[in-house]
């Protein structure tokens, strides 16, 4: 039974994360493409999936950190996008570290 209702609940958290992508990420996108350059998006999307490697790699062999590992990731974007001059606020930040957090656990799930 137990393994019934944790497939169920797989599925509906994996429906969700696609919902995400196919709707959510999109616009999050555009909202933010409208507020920054191209090539300010570029960058910051690179430095937060390098920030969000760094520090899956710290917290490695840990269960349950996720705000942590979030929160870690948050505050040195943060501080890095101030230190440049990049116009970016939290909401932009934490959406883009959700849409590669997302990426990096679909290719991770790839692999399987």
Known sequence: MN???????RVVVFSVFLFMCKYLLPLAKKWINERISQNQYELIVSIINEAVK???Q??????GQGQEKKAQVVAFVTKYCMTHGLNVSSEQIS??????VYA?????ESRK
């Open 3 to 9: 393994d019934i209702l944790f497939d169920i609940i």
């Open 54 to 56: 760094a520090a899956e």
């Open 58 to 63: 710290e917290f490695k062999g840990q269960s």
């Open 95 to 100: 959406l883009l570290i959700e849409a590669a």
């Open 104 to 108: 990096m656990n679909m290719a991770k």
